[in-house]
């Protein structure tokens, strides 16, 4: 016990499918260092097999040291029961730092429990900005950045986003994107996988769609009108529609794509485990989503992206990428154009180089440094810049 409580805790606090993939490449490098004890703290936000258990069997993580198991409910239920079951761990167990990543509601509730009792927060994926209200995510990234003790960006607009915020910049630091270190982590899994031949299709020949934003699919007209359009994009080229259980029961209940599906032209497979969803990705002539994360994979991959929004907390997939914002009533010419086109070249963004969990265990080693084994590091150096 003792060897153990003088390791530097680290809580990685995931709920929800977006954060497993962020919390995998940190949770690897922090469990190789003799000074570190990383703890899984899994609030239970996402808890069904398809959209949890599956992403730790592929990202190799052990059980969950901390199962909260919240489950759903109305946002503010979701939060406060992640509050409460998360305070008592704290208390009990004292970490010397709680990592959050992302912006769901377990990423706020987490940092509020720990910011009250004075336990250190840093958040991975810091900075990200829609500057949308109306989006229950913005209002997550506001509240975990004005709290966190550390704040991690995966972009230099991140950085900016910060300062621009009255956050003093010895708290940012740019370690680039972690999900990236995910992707090449998993890379010759995913390349050897062919989950696209289960749906009679051929690499480049097909399109990914992935819609689950309430904006999207909590109006039936929206969705409605959202899922004859893609009826029409199937049309086009076939598309593979893993359907999260939110947009799921939803066009269940309203019998919605039937033609398509049955035309063999539109595929609705259940939520996918990463790796066969990434090799969908890999592959795909285009990929339609209201994603944030698949922005970023695309973008690195080089493969076109209609994002189904009117904004994007993530603009450098804009600027600097291959992604679009695309109103419905785009899609379909949007779609045609992409498939005129010649596919685009793969573009290169600083500090998305797969090696964000490496420097984000040199942040966390300056913190405690001489602690434990742990090497009397400098303060890893801030990547901050003010142009
Ligand atoms: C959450 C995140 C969102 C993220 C998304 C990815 C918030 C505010 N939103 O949205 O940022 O992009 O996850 O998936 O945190 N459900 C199941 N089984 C599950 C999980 C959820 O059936 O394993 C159902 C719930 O009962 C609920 C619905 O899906 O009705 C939505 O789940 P919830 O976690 O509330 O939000 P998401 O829409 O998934």
């Known amino acids: 016990m003792g060897a153990r409580s003088a390791r530097v805790q680290v809580h990685l606090v995931c709920g929800a499918r977006p954060n497993f993939m962020k919390v995998a490449p940190l949770y690897h490098a922090l469990a190789a260092e003799p000074w570190a004890d990383p703890v899984i703290v899994h609030t239970g936000q996402h808890y069904d097999a398809n959209m949890s258990g599956a992403f730790?069997?592929?990202?190799?993580?052990?059980?969950?040291?901390?199962?909260?198991?919240?489950?759903?409910?109305?946002?503010?239920?979701?939060?406060?029961?992640?509050?409460?079951?998360?305070?008592r761990v704290l208390q009990e167990r004292r970490p010397d730092l709680v990592v959050v990543v992302g912006d769901v509601n377990s990423t706020a509730a987490a940092t509020l429990a720990a910011a009250k009792l004075g336990v250190k927060v840093a958040h991975l994926e810091a900075g990200l900005r829609s500057r949308d209200r109306r989006m229950p995510e913005e209002l997550n990234r506001l509240v975990t950045d004005v709290l966190a003790d550390l704040l991690w960006a995966p972009s230099q607009d991140g950085v900016e986003n910060l300062l621009a915020e009255g956050i003093p910049a010895g708290r940012i630091q740019l370690v680039g994107n972690i999900m990236i270190d995910t992707l090449e982590m998993c890379r010759e899994r995913i390349e050897r996988q062919d989950a696209f031949s289960a749906f009679g299709l051929r690499p480049g020949g097909f399109a990914v769609a992935t819609i689950h934003r309430p904006s999207n699919v909590d109006d039936p007209a929206v969705l409605g009108t959202l899922c004859a359009i893609l009826e029409s994009v199937s049309e086009l080229v076939p598309l593979v529609f893993p359907v999260h259980p939110r947009t799921g029961r939803r066009i269940a209940a309203e019998?919605?794509?039937?033609?398509?599906?049955?035309?063999?032209?539109?595929?609705?497979?259940?939520?996918?485990?990463?790796?066969?969803?990434?090799?969908?990705?890999?592959?795909?002539?285009?990929?339609?989503t209201d994603s944030g994360g698949i922005q970023e994979e695309t973008t690195y991959l080089g493969i076109p992206c209609l994002t189904m929004r009117e904004n994007t907390e993530r603009p450098i997939t804009v600027t600097h990428g291959t992604n679009r914002l695309c109103a419905p009533d785009q899609l379909l010419a949007s779609v045609r154009e992409i498939l005129r086109r010649r596919p685009p070249s793969a573009p290169r963004i600083p500090y998305w180089d797969g090696r964000t969990a490496g420097r984000v265990v040199e942040a966390i080693r300056g913190q405690f440094a001489g602690r434990a084994g742990a090497a009397p590091a400098e303060a890893a150096p801030l990547a901050v810049s003010r142009s």
């Open 56 to 87: 730790f069997a592929d990202f190799g993580l052990p059980e969950p040291h901390v199962s909260l198991g919240v489950g759903s409910g109305t946002h503010a239920e979701q939060t406060a029961k992640v509050m409460v079951a998360y305070e």
């Open 255 to 288: 019998g919605l794509l039937a033609g398509a599906r049955r035309a063999g032209r539109l595929f609705l497979p259940e939520p996918m485990p990463y790796i066969a969803f990434m090799n969908l990705v890999f592959n795909a002539r285009l990929v339609i």
